[in-house]
T-cell receptor, first 112, second 109 residues
Framework: DGGITQSPKYLFRKEGQNVTLSCEQN?????MYWYRQDPGQGLRLIYY???????QKGDIAEGYSVSREKKESFPLTVTSAQKNPTAFYLC???????????FGPGTRLTVL | RKEVEQDPGPFNVPEGATVAFNCTYS??????FFWYRQDCRKEPKLLMS???SGNEDGRFTAQLNRASQYISLLIRDSKLSDSATYLC??????????FGAGTRLTVKP
C-alpha cells in the first residue's frame, strides 16, 4: 500500500534531549513537509523540502533541523533549543506543484 | 489577525440536520482553497477542494467568494460519522499552505 508513515506514534523525552521523528513515504512524491499542531491552533509549517538534498525553513523553524538524503525520507530533529516542543507533529508530502498534500498519521511528542 | 479564521464551534447537531461552516482568509493573493477533515488525534484528510463556481460531493457543498474572501462548507443530512474537526486551508503559493484552527462538529443521535 502506498502512503506516508511516521514513527513512533507517541514519544516521551526529557527536557534538554534532542529527539528525531521519522517520516517515510512511498508515493514517489518530490515535496515533503513538517507541521506542528497545537490545541486551538492551525497547523504551522516547520520545514519543507522540494527535492533531495534541499530544504527550506517554514514559519517556525527555530529549534528544529531536517535532512533530505533520500526522496522517501524526511526526518525531523527537535533540538533542546526548541522552547515548547510538546505538540502533535505531522509530516506531509505532495507531487511538485500539486495543490493537495497527504499527511502521515502524526507523532505526539511530550517533553517532560 | 490570523490569516485563516474559522469559528471553532463546537457545533452540536442532531442526525439529519444541515450544518454550515464558514471561513475567511486575509491574503487576496491566495490561489487554491480546500476543506480537510480531521478526526480526534488523527491526521487531516482532504475532504474537497473549493472552486469559484462552487462544487458538490454527495452531501457536501463547498463555495468560494473571492471578492469577500470567504469560503463555506455545507453538510446536508448529517451522519454520526461526520463528527470531526473541519479545517479550512488556503494555498498562497506552491508550498505555502495556511490552515485554519478548525471547526468542531458533533452529530448526535
Amino acid at each position: 500500500d502506498g502512503g506516508i508513515t511516521q514513527s513512533p506514534k507517541y514519544l516521551f523525552r526529557k527536557e534538554g534531549q534532542n529527539v528525531t521523528l521519522s517520516c517515510e513515504q512511498n508515493l514517489n512524491h518530490d515535496a515533503m513537509y513538517w507541521y506542528r499542531q497545537d490545541p486551538g491552533q492551525g497547523l504551522r509549517l516547520i520545514y519543507y523540502s522540494q527535492i533531495v538534498n534541499d530544504f527550506q525553513k517554514g514559519d517556525i523553524a527555530e529549534g528544529y533541523s531536517v535532512s533530505r538524503e533520500k526522496k522517501e525520507s524526511f526526518p525531523l530533529t527537535v533540538t533542546s533549543a526548541q522552547k515548547n516542543p510538546t505538540a502533535f507533529y505531522l509530516c506531509a508530502s505532495s507531487t511538485q506543484g500539486a495543490d493537495t498534500q497527504y499527511f502521515g498519521p502524526g507523532t505526539r511528542l511530550t517533553v517532560l | 489577525r490570523k490569516e485563516v479564521e474559522q469559528d471553532p464551534g463546537p457545533f452540536n447537531v442532531p442526525e439529519g440536520a444541515t450544518v454550515a461552516f464558514n471561513c475567511t482568509y486575509s491574503n487576496s493573493a491566495s490561489q487554491s482553497f480546500f476543506w480537510y477533515r480531521q478526526d480526534c488525534r488523527k491526521e487531516p484528510k482532504l475532504l474537497m477542494s473549493v472552486y469559484s463556481s462552487g462544487n458538490e460531493d454527495g452531501r457536501f457543498t463547498a463555495q468560494l467568494n473571492r471578492a469577500s474572501q470567504y469560503i463555506s462548507l455545507l453538510i446536508r443530512d448529517s451522519k454520526l460519522s461526520d463528527s470531526a474537526t473541519y479545517l479550512c486551508v488556503v494555498r498562497r503559493a506552491s508550498n505555502d499552505m495556511r490552515f485554519g484552527a478548525g471547526t468542531r462538529l458533533t452529530v448526535k443521535p
